[in-house]
């Protein structure tokens, strides 16, 4: 019997369907292997030319990364409302501006995923768009074609014909657990892990490879109609009807309430049952059901009026302090960590996590065995909240900060004027690991084959002493070390040879001098143009520049004064900072976003470095500074973003995120 080929496609079509969106298979996968392998034999054979919306179209599609798209109308965001009393505060709002017309609310749980823009002309995925910075998006059609519950082709019947145009909105996100062993893969190939699935599914969709888009369990709910030509549909549940309909995947947990107080039973009947959903949820979101009364409300230039999301508390859980362990950083600072119990909290499994120091450890009595309280909010490092003291049984046991390193037994050094507890010896083998991995990183000069478990082996068979010994390191000495093949060696050796082109600021930045991060760095060299002329200033003449305090000052002049051997080294390495004098300063473009404003970076931007993303604002007329203050104009806030991003919200500085920064650095 020959199979016609569009009755495959269709066939295939309803088993995708069945699988990805009903979670309710019909046939076993290896017959759904054959039905797919069929269709690409037939498809190979045929002289028609494949349709876009051919089940086989979901791998390598074109990518269009990077192409900026002006939505159809803005991707605002939602309100936050924190607290009951709030929520009834939005309900006044609400019938305040609906003069006391009767209004339906719509629950939906918050999904924390990425929000996604769809369009289908005549039933066929056309376009898909990331948020950007809400007014336009970025082209990650070729992507998401590769997530199997977005249907390429919607279901049309003769009772319900497909619009003509159908634009819809909804969340793309990685199950809770399949992060897991996305991030044990990542890790093999030497690759950072996600935070957290949201992380996880962002980087997913935003990559220039659909074929990696493809490997990743991305899946999708549809929360919104955003446009329609041809459809008759008064509610947003009416709509989502429809959506399911036409074959869409609708989160199942929307419920209709007639007063606030019944939203509140919702949110409360979520918060305990929020672990055991298989993806993140962080709060529900509360919407008016009437698309007229949506209307009227309408929207301020961030938010609707109509909705509002409810979030829910910060991931908590329950762990002990198995043992406490102190680790010395790169400048000597000896910082305690907890070694937790493991746990599972907000999508990940948590093992460390810091006490700060010694001052820390006294104000909250912590002692090894207690039984802590673990918060983590989003994207932010787990933190101990709170000592379970009324758990304890007797036989926890206080911490002693140590008198001496751990690693090198120095006595170690306290002062009065800061908490920090130092290890001074400038030999110390644990502050030299350190400072390499360092100079390595991302930030600094970006030797991506030198990973701790080289650093570990070049410190302690005694290869390297300080930084510069990278630069004279053998080929055969290398060689020899555990697990360096000569593939491993001959990439090492090209990459250092390669760092050798770093900017001074990067090169600063990875001297580990204390308190000079990339902003600082930054800024140094602006003033000082080299890292030589910086080497000869006094105190006085680094704390002269705006925005760098005596504290600072004194410790790079002391630094430069204690260093002199190891910049002469560095120099004969023949780093291009050194020999080369880069005095031209970048032509400055007039007039754009960033003209005469003030910035401050803080987190991860994922993208590109602080330091890059600091030079490309200079370029555009704007300045870097890198405390908040009153003069801030804007901070821009990656993941991990802390203090910096609580005093901007304290003083009501604009936040930007790091894919609106871009998409103004893009704008000019
Ligand atoms: S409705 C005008 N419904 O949360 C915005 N959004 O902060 C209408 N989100 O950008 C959005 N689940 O990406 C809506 N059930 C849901 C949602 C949801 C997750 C995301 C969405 C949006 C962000 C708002």
Same mark, same amino acid.
């Given at each position: ?15 995708? !369907? ?120 970025? *082209? ?135 672990? /055991? ?70 999508? /990940? ?13 006294? *104000?909250?009595?912590? !002692? ?40 090198? *037994? ?23 690991? !350190? ?70 600021? !990067? ?162």
């Amino acid at each position: 019997m020959t199979i016609n080929i569009h009755e495959l496609r269709d066939q295939i079509r309803y088993h995708e !369907r069945k699988y990805y969106i009903d979670d309710q298979p019909e046939i076993p996968d290896a017959e759904f292997d054959k039905l797919m392998r069929q269709l690409e034999e037939l498809e190979k054979a045929s002289s028609e030319d494949i349709p876009s919306d051919s089940p086989t179209q979901r791998v390598g599609g074109g990518v269009a990364l990077g192409s900026r798209v002006p939505h159809r109308s803005p991707m605002l965001s939602l309100d936050n409302t924190f607290g009951e009393k709030a929520l009834l505060d939005f309900g006044v709002r609400v019938k305040k501006l609906l003069e006391d017309a009767p209004v339906e609310y719509v629950t939906e749980l918050k999904i924390d995923g990425l929000g996604v823009s769809l369009l289908y002309e005549d039933g066929v995925f056309v376009r898909g768009l990331t948020r950007g910075d809400g007014e336009f998006g970025e *082209n990650v059609s070729g992507n998401l074609r590769t997530i199997r519950a977005i249907p390429l082709r919607l279901i049309s019947t003769e009772d319900d014909p497909v619009p003509p145009i159908l634009e819809v909105r909804g969340e793309v996100f990685i199950p809770k657990h399949r992060l897991g062993e996305i991030n044990a893969q990542r890790e093999a190939e030497g690759e950072s892990p996600f935070a957290n699935p949201r992380n996880a599914a962002a980087g997913s969709v935003r990559t220039l490879d659909s074929t990696i888009t493809a490997k990743r369990p991305l899946d999708i709910f549809i929360y919104s109609l955003n446009y329609v030509e041809g459809l008759d549909v008064a509610t947003h549940t009416e709509a989502l009807e429809k959506l399911k309909q036409f074959g869409f995947k609708c989160n199942p947990h929307t419920e209709l309430h007639n007063t606030l107080e019944d939203v509140i039973i919702y949110y409360n009947q979520w918060v305990p049952k929020r672990e /055991a959903i298989p993806y993140e949820v962080d709060g529900i979101v509360v919407k008016v059901n009437d698309f007229a009364q949506q209307n009227e409300l309408g929207s301020t230039a961030k938010s609707p009026r109509w909705a509002t999301s409810y979030k829910f508390p910060a991931h908590q859980t329950m762990t002990k302090i198995e043992k406490i362990e102190v680790q010395v950083g790169r400048t000597g600072v000896l910082t305690p960590v907890a070694i937790l119990e493991p746990v599972k909290l907000a999508g /990940a499994t948590i093992t460390h996590a810091t006490l700060h120091n010694e001052q820390e450890i006294l *104000n909250k009595d912590v !002692r090894i065995g207690d039984t802590i309280i673990l918060e983590r909010a989003g994207d932010v490092i787990p933190k101990i909240i709170d000592v379970l003291k009324e758990k304890r049984k007797g036989d926890e046991v206080a911490f002693r900060f140590p008198d001496l390193c751990p690693t090198c *037994n120095t006595p170690v050094q306290r002062s009065d004027a800061e908490v920090a507890v130092r290890c001074v010896n400038a030999g110390c083998s644990a502050q030299l690991k !350190r400072r390499i991995a360092h100079f390595a990183s991302r930030n600094a000069l970006e030797i991506e084959g030198l990973g701790p478990a080289t650093v570990n082996q070049l410190v302690n068979n005694n290869l390297v002493q300080d930084v510069a010994d990278l630069y004279t390191l053998k080929v055969e000495e290398v060689g020899k070390l555990e697990r360096m093949g000569p593939g491993l060696t001959h990439n090492l050796f090209h990459q250092i040879e390669h760092s050798k082109q770093a900017s001074a600021a !990067r090169v600063l930045v990875g001297l580990s001098i204390f308190h000079v991060g990339e902003t600082i760095a930054e800024q140094l060299i602006d003033h000082f143009l080299s890292i030589e002329s910086l080497s000869q200033a006094e105190a006085e003449a680094i704390a002269a520049i705006p925005g760098i305090g005596p504290q600072i000052a004194e410790s790079v002049a002391s630094f430069f004064s204690q260093n002199r051997p190891l910049i002469e080294k560095l120099k004969a390495a023949g780093l291009r900072c050194f020999t080369e004098q880069v005095v031209k300063k970048p032509k400055v473009l007039e007039d754009t976003f960033f003209s005469d404003k003030t910035f401050v970076i803080t987190g991860n931007l994922t993208e590109m470095t602080r330091t890059e993303a600091s030079t490309q604002i200079k370029t555009r007329g704007g300045k870097v500074t890198s405390s908040v203050s009153n003069k801030t104009d804007f901070l821009i806030a990656g993941e991990g973003a802390g203090s910096k991003y609580n005093k901007a919200v304290e003083l009501g500085v604009p936040i930007l995120t790091p894919e609106t920064f871009f998409e103004h650095l893009k704008a000019n």
